[in-house]
């Protein structure tokens, strides 16, 4: 049996208490980030199968679902998407069972034959809202629309403006906010990430695009960054009444030797390099893989979505909005479960 040393009581409790200071202190540095508030997410009406597959499943992992579904006529009028018919029952139906409030998305996707639409046209747009009769005529159609329907709130995704359209843009989101609140409806506006008019500081909830830093308009990398997600609040225009989403995009996008673009959702991309090796860039903590022909393709995965999540609650954004339902995997869910079973322990 060994001999024992006696210890100085004193030495060792001042040992003890430098080592739980350092310990404390090591701990106190590193903060955790919090799980988004709220989660929400798009079904398109072009993948309505899917997405509805998706939703049977998960959808008790969300606060709000948006169909993605209203486009306009050549006189401004809000129109049901193709497809719309058959998915509105299913999707008011999932609401109800599965506990998400039903939202629904306009766009100013104009139809002009059939199923044919111009997408995200501003011609007819800019004449509505510079008319104060149409842009009033407008904003009634809408909220009536939204509450036929069956919806509780409306996500206004009108793209393609500019700054000189401010004025316009503001008094005909005031207008819109006030016919939704006549009906005991709700109002989100969608910010483009770097350009287009901002509304008025109010009530209304904003989401802010986190996407599209890279994509058909230029060259491979990654669709966003915690870098680029980390500057988008400055879109929240000093609005501290409504929550602030940010919206993530869960696909990416390859590029061909000739540089053809194509998208790629959550699933694909991850079956696209399944036996290719893929690396993490450094910097952003997407992934991305070479294939054999020479294609570059950029995809997310679940540490690539948390680093993004991290930027955007440190900028202050308190929910995720995720584009889109439909093609995407186990592992997505995965991620969101645990941020709602973190969301959970916190509420205790």
């Known amino acids: 049996m060994p001999s024992i040393i006696p210890i100085d009581n004193k030495f060792t409790r001042s040992i003890f208490l430098i080592i739980g200071v350092m310990l404390f202190s090591s701990c106190a540095s590193v903060k955790e980030i919090a799980p988004p508030r709220h989660m929400g997410a798009w079904l398109?009406?072009?993948?309505?199968?899917?997405?509805l597959s998706e939703l049977e499943a998960q959808g008790g992992?969300?606060?709000?679902?948006?169909?993605?579904?209203?486009?306009?006529?050549?006189?401004?009028?809000?129109?049901?998407a193709p497809h719309f018919k058959e998915l509105l029952p299913h999707f008011l139906d999932l609401s109800r069972k599965k506990g998400f409030e039903p939202w629904?998305?306009?766009?100013?996707?104009?139809?002009?034959?059939?199923?044919?639409?111009?997408?995200?046209?501003?011609?007819?747009?800019?004449?509505?809202?510079?008319?104060?009769e149409l842009r009033r005529n407008h904003a009634a159609s809408l909220a009536e629309k939204v509450s036929s329907d069956g919806f509780v709130g409306l996500d206004l995704d009108y793209e393609c403006l500019t700054v000189s359209d401010q004025n316009n843009f503001r008094n005909f989101v005031s207008e819109l906010s006030q016919e939704l609140q006549r009906r005991n409806l709700r109002l989100n506006v969608v910010l483009e990430p770097q350009q287009g008019p901002l509304p008025f500081p109010g009530t209304e909830d904003l989401t802010v695009m986190g996407y599209y830093l890279h994509g058909e308009h230029n060259g491979p990398g990654p669709i966003a960054t915690p870098d680029f997600i980390s500057k988008l609040?400055?879109?929240?225009?000093?609005?501290?009444?409504?929550?602030?989403?940010?919206?993530?995009?869960?696909?990416?996008?390859?590029?061909?030797?000739e540089r053809k673009v194509s998208q790629v959702d959550w699933d694909s991309g991850q079956k696209l390099t399944n036996g290719v090796k893929v690396k993490r860039d450094s910097l952003t903590g997407v992934p991305y893989a070479l294939l054999e022909d020479g294609t570059e393709v950029w995809f997310e995965d679940p540490e690539s979505l948390q680093r993004k999540w991290e930027a955007?609650?440190?900028?202050?954004?308190s929910g995720l909005m995720l584009w889109r339902l439909g093609?995407?995997?186990?592992?997505?869910?995965?991620?969101l479960q645990n941020y709602r079973n973190r969301q959970q322990r916190g509420n205790r």
Do not use: C, M
Request: avoid cysteine; charged fraction near 20%; charge should be negative.
């Open 44 to 51: 398109v009406y072009w993948d309505g199968e899917r997405g």
């Open 61 to 80: 992992l969300f606060d709000r679902v948006s169909l993605f579904a209203y486009e306009l006529d050549v006189n401004g009028n809000p129109q049901p």
């Open 104 to 132: 629904v998305t306009v766009v100013n996707d104009f139809q002009v034959e059939g199923d044919k639409a111009l997408p995200k046209d501003v011609q007819l747009l800019k004449r509505i809202l510079s008319d104060p």
């Open 233 to 257: 609040n400055q879109r929240l225009s000093g609005n501290t009444s409504g929550s602030h989403y940010l919206a993530l995009s869960l696909g990416g996008f390859s590029w061909s030797p």
């Open 312 to 317: 955007a609650e440190k900028a202050d954004f």
């Open 327 to 335: 093609g995407n995997d186990y592992s997505l869910f995965q991620l």
